[in-house]
């Protein structure tokens, strides 16, 4: 079993930046594909970022070019450095892993992976 535990949520204002690890107990490079999650209030959970060990990233739409996600496999640890954070960024993130690659198509979808964690809380104020 994979247990991955989120850390580095907390609150901002706008502008500002946050750096959210996730830390798997197992080995993190057995894990082809890990990715962030978030559900703000109300609204469905979305992909925000996922990659793969070769370094592959995707990114949604809505956090390109201010969200990098990367993976130190030394550590077991996968990070999401956000900066420029909009009031729209409010959400819990979740980090999320598979054993499999991560697919190649434009969604970031959670049914493509298995393993969760229980997310960190991120609160943007403007």
């Known amino acids: 079993h994979v247990r991955l535990v989120e850390s580095g949520g907390g609150s901002v204002q706008a502008g500002g930046s946050l750096r959210l690890a996730c830390t798997a107990s197992?080995?993190?490079?057995?894990?082809?594909?890990m990715g962030w999650f978030r559900r703000a209030p109300g609204k469905e959970r979305e992909g925000v970022a996922d990659i793969n060990n070769d370094g592959g990233a995707r990114y949604a739409d809505s956090v390109k070019g201010r969200f990098t996600i990367s993976k130190d496999n030394a550590k077991n640890t996968l990070y999401l450095e956000m900066a420029s954070l909009k009031p729209e960024d409010t959400a819990t993130y979740y980090c999320?892993?598979?054993?499999?690659?991560?697919?190649?198509?434009?969604?970031?979808?959670?049914?493509?992976?298995?393993?969760w964690g229980r997310g960190t809380q991120v609160t943007v104020s403007s």
């Open positions: 197992v080995n993190a490079a057995d894990q082809n594909c």
């Open positions: 999320a892993a598979d054993l499999f690659r991560c697919p190649s198509g434009p969604v970031i979808d959670e049914g493509d992976f298995q393993y």
